[in-house]
C-alpha cells in the first residue's frame, strides 16, 4: 500500500532541465493529430495543459528548431514558443 500511495501521490515532481517548447492547441485540435504531432517531434508532454491550454512538452537535444518548424506549421496549433527552461510550479 505504501508504494502504491507513492506512485498516486508523488511528493515532488520529476525534474526536468533544459529547454521544452510551450504548445497551445486550437481548440478544434483532436486528439489524434496532438498524438500524431508528438510522434513526428519525439515529443514528451512534461506538463500541462495549463490554465491557458497550454502544453510543455520536451524534445530530444538537438532537435528544437525542427520541432518548432514541425509544431508552428501544423494547421491545429495556435501557438508554439520555446522556453529555454521549465517554469518553476511545473
Known amino acids: 500500500l505504501t508504494e502504491l500511495t507513492q ?12 529547454p521544452a517548447l ?10 489524434a493529430e496532438m498524438r500524431l ?3 513526428k517531434i519525439s515529443g514528451v508532454i512534461v506538463g500541462g495543459p495549463g490554465q491557458l491550454g497550454n502544453y510543455l512538452v520536451k ?6 528548431d525542427v520541432a518548432e518548424q514541425q509544431v508552428r506549421t501544423a494547421s491545429f496549433v495556435e501557438s ?5 527552461e521549465l517554469p518553476l510550479d511545473q
Not at 510551450?22 to 486528439?31: D, L
Open 7 to 18: 506512485w498516486r501521490s508523488p511528493t515532488h515532481a520529476p525534474e526536468f532541465h533544459g
Open 22 to 31: 510551450q504548445i497551445t492547441f486550437k481548440p478544434s485540435a483532436t486528439e
Open 37 to 39: 504531432l508528438l510522434v
Open 59 to 64: 524534445v530530444p537535444i538537438g532537435n528544437m
Open 80 to 84: 508554439v514558443q520555446v522556453l529555454q
